[in-house]
């Protein structure tokens, strides 16, 4: 519990506005976007909402003082649990730091603070020509610091990367209220060990990352959108592989299965071809037409190839926007088909991808489950969506055999748990299988040199 | 009590024990994504969670659950939402939050005893039309009662009216542009009915008047003399008047062929009343065949092929009230209209909530202005002289701005300007 006079000292911080104590406004700090069940709840004791790193680190001297568990919150959009406070505590929320401090247009580099929404990052650097590329499908209300802590992917992870290639430096606030520095603008760096990669993707349990400096890249002066359907998800994935093995590097190559699409049509209120099973949308990007011409002409021709049913290229910037937008909440969408989704996000070498979707499929009929498929095909990073119904005796056990399936069919063609949404609470029972015993044994090294007392986001990772 | 009005008021009951059910199987589809959070006005000024879209329904969800109390609180953190739809657009799930709000609220109400005694003497005013006609009547009643800031009668002759408008507008871009009178022709068999909705007869009669001139000039027009809507009531715990006043509309205009509402609120809530019937086998039908003859003004003048009285120099700009954009899907026939009668901008964010929201901005007038003043920025950014909306709530906010602005803009309804 946190008593009246540890409140007072946190109020003299961030200001009595800032602190919230009801009942219900500590609810709302006890979820986020992963399946992990609102109730039994997990309410932080007090949620604190600080303005500036000098008062994350106040707030963190008082937290280490009096041992009170700290965890760091953005906009809640995980995917795996990583901002709920498992050991109540203080939820520390960073939705109110949102400068984007400096653009410095010349090293082509910028610097925000960690509650800047990633598509407010992006748009403010694409009105000087500059490309920031991460972009994962929350883009629009995740926040730049999530991004980091989780390491966040995105679509155009195939061509461009994923946050980690992007992060040149971090501003952290240790466990007892120090302020770090990592990194910086030189593009060479070999100072000491790199600490700025090891916080990226550190879950918030090594520190609270405030601020961060990113580079940049020239913005692509064309882009196009093309959408590809087939009878089946083999047809899709033998086509994102041909091109790629073709030389063609598209931005982004998303395959989704028959039930998103169902689902699209559904909110659309638009019939399905029956004929279809499959979907592949797909970026390019080029300094002009002909470049797009010659990536379409050529993705075009593997697709036919590989049993295309159609071939549509979005003729205007708004044709494009709606068939991403599409792309982007399908992960909601689907979600909303059954009582309970339960979304994973593995990740394999590109070319086992289409082996990995197979196998899904055999898990899906030998376990009785729908599980709905889409993805980064392109990259090898898929998000099987498995609908059950929780309430129905029996099912959480078999729902725990089918996903133990799918991590061991993930793992066993060289994969990993965990593409872009971190291990959080979700996968924490799966990390031993992954890491091993002599990982693990080295993730907690780092974690007690950083924390020594736990108080950084507890009861996650493993 | 007769049989039938005793089965009918059991029906009314049963309903409000499932709402909280109903409620938590809407928000159910929630995952908490997230989306919701850029576009939900109340986050944007509070940006605490339990404001959010997606913190009412987690509030709703764990409600239902039995995972929390039914508290002052939770009624509060429900009361706190402007039904504006913004949320339902966006969510790649279509959680309807607004509707789950409602719910949750006539059902926190049934629990702690009743609607509070402000809603329920405001209510009782707007279900006696014979005082809502009488609006300086209803007023006095108001004012005495200490309620009068519910309708802020002081903005009624501060209201900018037609004549004004052509005035100030009749410049030399206007001279020998008048309009020719209008070319449709209603043929004698489509029964074209006025809905006159509360806000429009108390607060903006001489708007009203206008959209009896427009209509008259299509159609022989009928005024059944109807009752209020009822969205003040349901939105505020009292199901059982809105669902009463319901029924009464719909034996009211039954003869009509066409129901034309020139208040976005009423429209919205008149299109739905078939759903809140589907469960009522001697209403249904009725209530089904009502909601499809309703329609909005300018959806109205669009189809019958309506040309604007004149064409004058004035730029507008135009407001997009939440119950017309997303709750009737009309976006584009004001748009139309307005291009028509002058010069047209579109202003940054014209579907965002201007704040109004019934009488949100009474109850929480703090919240309320932080909204409306980013609304007063961008229709400033325009450089419009006059924006134009279609909602009175909305035009009561809009006048507000016009105000703040200093003269920069002139607030008015669609029908004063067409």
Redesign the interface.
């Known amino acids: 519990m946190i008593d009246a006079g540890i409140k007072k000292k946190i109020n003299d911080v961030v200001g009595r506005d800032y602190v919230?104590d009801?009942?219900?406004?500590r609810?709302?700090?006890s979820?986020?976007?992963s399946?992990i069940p609102?109730?039994?709840?997990n309410r932080p004791d007090l949620v604190v909402?600080p303005r500036t790193a000098e008062e994350v680190s106040r707030v963190m001297a008082v937290a280490c003082e009096e041992e009170i568990p700290v965890t760091p919150r953005g906009?809640?959009?995980g995917r795996t649990g990583g901002s709920i406070p498992l050991r109540g505590g203080i939820s520390l929320c960073l939705?109110?730091m949102t400068k984007i401090v400096e653009l410095d247009e010349r090293n082509m580099m910028v610097t925000a603070e960690a509650g800047v929404?990633t598509i407010d990052l992006y748009n403010h650097c694409a009105a000087k020509g500059l490309f920031f590329p991460p972009d994962p499908a929350?883009w629009?209300?995740?926040t730049i610091g999530g991004n980091v802590a989780e390491n966040a992917g995105g679509m155009r992870a195939v061509k461009y990367g994923v946050t980690k290639n992007y992060v040149m430096g971090l501003e952290v606030v240790l466990a007892d209220g120090a302020i770090l520095w990592t990194g910086g603008k030189a593009i060479k760096n070999v100072t000491g060990y790199d600490l700025t990669s090891l916080f990226t993707g550190s879950e918030g349990t090594l520190g609270i990352i405030t601020r961060a400096l990113f580079r940049l890249i020239p913005m692509p002066k064309r882009r196009g959108t093309l959408q590809v359907m087939f009878r089946n998800l083999d047809d899709g994935c033998r086509t994102i592989h041909t091109m790629l093995l073709s030389g063609i590097v598209p931005a982004a190559a998303e395959i989704m299965d028959r039930t998103c699409l169902e689902v699209v049509a559904r909110?659309r209120k638009t019939e399905l071809d029956p004929e279809v099973g499959a979907c592949i949308i797909i970026e390019i990007d080029g300094d002009d037409d002909t470049s797009l011409e010659i990536q379409a002409k050529g993705i075009e021709d593997v697709a036919i190839s590989c049993g295309a049913v159609t071939f549509r290229a979005a003729r205007s910037q708004q044709e494009a926007d709606e068939i991403w937008a599409v792309r982007?909440?399908?992960?909601?969408?689907v979600?909303?088909l059954a009582?309970h989704?339960i979304g994973e996000d593995i990740s394999v070498p590109r070319d086992a991808f289409p082996e990995v979707v197979r196998r899904i499929a055999e898990i899906s009929k030998k376990h009785g489950f729908t599980i709905a498929v889409y993805g980064h095909a392109g990259d090898g990073n898929i998000h099987p969506s498995l609908l059950c119904d929780l309430s129905k005796p029996g099912e959480e056990e078999r729902v725990h055999r089918a996903v133990d399936d799918i991590f061991a069919a993930a793992l066993s063609v060289g994969g990993t748990l965990s593409g872009e949404h971190g291990i959080g609470i979700t996968k924490r029972p799966y990390i031993r299988d992954a890491l091993g015993e002599i990982g693990i044994r080295t993730l907690k090294a780092v974690k007690a040199a950083l924390d020594p007392k736990g108080l950084l986001n507890p009861g996650k990772i493993w | 009590m007769t049989t039938a009005l005793k089965q009918r008021h059991d029906m009314d009951k049963k309903m409000d024990h499932d709402l909280l059910r109903e409620a938590g199987r809407m928000v159910g589809r929630c995952d908490r994504c997230g989306t919701c959070l850029p576009v939900c006005p109340l986050f944007g000024v509070k940006g605490i969670e339990a404001t959010s879209a997606r913190g009412k329904n987690a509030v709703t969800r764990a409600l239902a659950d039995g995972g929390l109390e039914p508290t002052r609180e939770a009624l509060d953190i429900v009361n706190f939402c402007l039904l504006c739809r913004a949320c339902v657009d966006t969510c790649p799930a279509k959680v309807p939050t607004d509707e789950a709000m409602v719910d949750v609220r006539q059902h926190l109400i049934d629990l702690t005893g009743g609607a509070s005694t402000k809603y329920k003497l405001v209510g009782g005013i707007l279900k006696r039309p014979g005082v809502v006609k009488a609006a300086s009547a209803a007023l006095s009643i108001l004012r005495r009662s200490g309620l009068n800031g519910l309708f802020p009668y002081g903005m009624a002759p501060e209201a900018y009216t037609r004549s004004h408008f052509l005035t100030a507008f009749a410049g030399p871009a206007a001279l020998g542009q008048q309009a020719p009178p209008s070319t449709v022709s209603v043929s004698d068999r489509s029964k074209v009915a006025y809905f006159r909705g509360c806000g429009m007869e108390m607060m903006f009669p001489e708007a009203a008047a206008q959209t009896r001139a427009i209509l008259e000039n299509t159609a022989r027009l009928r005024e059944p003399g109807n009752v209020c809507c009822g969205l003040p009531h349901l939105a505020h715990g009292l199901r059982g008047d809105f669902l009463d006043l319901a029924r009464r509309n719909i034996r009211i205009f039954e003869e009509a062929d066409v129901v034309v509402s020139d208040c976005a609120s009423c429209g919205a809530t008149l299109k739905h009343l078939g759903s809140f019937f589907a469960d009522d086998p001697a209403w249904k039908d009725r209530a089904t065949a009502f909601s499809a003859k309703v329609m909005d003004l300018t959806e109205y003048l669009a189809k019958v092929g309506y040309t604007p009285r004149q064409k004058t120099a004035a730029v507008f700009t135009y407001h997009d009230p939440c119950h017309l954009v997303r709750g009737q899907g009309i976006a584009k026939p004001p748009r139309e209209l307005l291009k028509a009668a002058g010069g047209f901008v579109e202003m940054k964010g014209s579907d965002i909530c201007c704040g109004g929201a019934g009488s949100f901005h009474i109850d929480y007038p703090d919240a309320a202005a932080q909204i409306l003043d980013r609304k007063r920025r961008n229709i400033e950014e325009t450089g419009a002289s006059v924006v134009v909306t279609g909602c009175p709530g909305c035009l009561i906010q809009l006048a507000k701005a016009a105000k703040a602005s200093g003269g920069k803009f002139k607030a008015m309804h669609i029908s004063q300007v067409i």
């Open positions: 919230l009801s009942e219900l406004n609810f709302g700090y979820y986020d976007s399946f609102l109730l039994p709840e909402l906009a809640a959009s939705d109110r929404r929350s629009k209300f995740s909110h982007r909440g399908i992960s909601s969408a979600a909303a009582p989704r």
